[in-house]
């Protein structure tokens, strides 16, 4: 198994719109170039008549050449940095764009409405300054709401290089682009900025999706400050408990958080930033 089988698996997903089994991956162990590895794959798809191997081929080199002219990380299973919790998913990226360095610390995602209330903004920002001083780092999407609330004080604190954000589309299209200059804050002072996306992505609906499993993975932990049944965050709770990870909900939102009530009547435990000396 080479990069190279994951950076061709990754093109043809890209391209198509739709996950490929990261088994489909073995194919390359039997196949004597790049080009009959594609053609394989989109053969086990059924796209052959659709999808030119030279096309995605061409994508894939590209991309890769403009992350490396940026000095952008590009990362597959076989790096030596990978993400360990990535390896435990059913259904892992193949590739990953990294902004910034993954480093081996304990990780802790903060999500919740893009329309939260402003005492819901105020715990998420507490929660997320509480955490990065523990030593934790702030995983979230950076969307309007609470994700980017849990940034803000980390992002003014000395704690900034522990803020991580997952982006929906490629690094050259942060989502949202109002919110680009914390991006690039917590990128210039050792934070970290992630997608599986091609360079220039622009993200679409599903791609939103896709993004939560990443932050439900990565997580050690999963907050949620305050959101609805239908919503992106139920979508990363999910996946969290999908994956065993441990869930808390903001004893601040609670009221006024339909998914919240939800989860702490199932067993979800409640958090306050007040009693974040339980760490003790």
Not at 7 to 34: A, E, M, N, T
């Amino acid at each position: 198994m080479k990069d190279i089988h994951f950076y061709l698996l990754h093109g043809v997903s890209q391209i198509v719109g739709r996950y490929v089994p990261k088994s489909l991956v073995d194919l390359g162990s039997i196949c004597d170039s790049q080009y009959e590895f594609v053609s394989a794959l989109t053969r086990k798809m059924h796209l052959s008549k659709t999808v030119d191997a030279n096309f995605v081929m061409d994508q894939v080199f590209r991309n890769l050449q403009f992350h490396r002219d940026l000095g952008y990380e590009v990362l597959t299973p076989l790096s030596s940095n990978w993400p360990e919790n990535l390896r435990h998913i059913p259904d892992p990226p193949h590739m990953l764009f990294t902004r910034g360095v993954f480093a081996i610390r304990p990780r802790i995602a903060i999500i919740g409405s893009r329309c939260a209330t402003k005492d819901a903004k105020t715990e998420a920002s507490d929660l997320g300054l509480g955490f990065a001083k523990e030593g934790f780092e702030i995983l979230c999407g950076g969307a309007f709401g609470c994700d980017i609330a849990s940034k803000l004080k980390v992002i003014q604190s000395p704690y900034s290089h522990l803020g991580t954000v997952v982006l929906p589309g490629g690094l050259l299209r942060p989502y949202p682009l109002a919110h680009l200059r914390y991006f690039d804050s917590l990128a210039d002072s050792g934070g970290l900025i992630v997608s599986e996306k091609f360079i220039d992505h622009v993200p679409s609906p599903g791609d939103f999706i896709a993004r939560n499993r990443i932050i439900a993975a990565l997580a050690d932990v999963v907050i949620l400050i305050q959101g609805d049944e239908r919503s992106g965050s139920s979508t990363t709770i999910k996946f969290a408990l999908g994956y065993g990870k441990e869930i808390y909900v903001s004893a601040v939102a609670e009221s006024d958080s339909p998914l919240s009530k939800r989860l702490l009547a199932e067993g979800a435990r409640s958090i306050h930033s007040l009693q974040l000396d339980f760490l003790h």
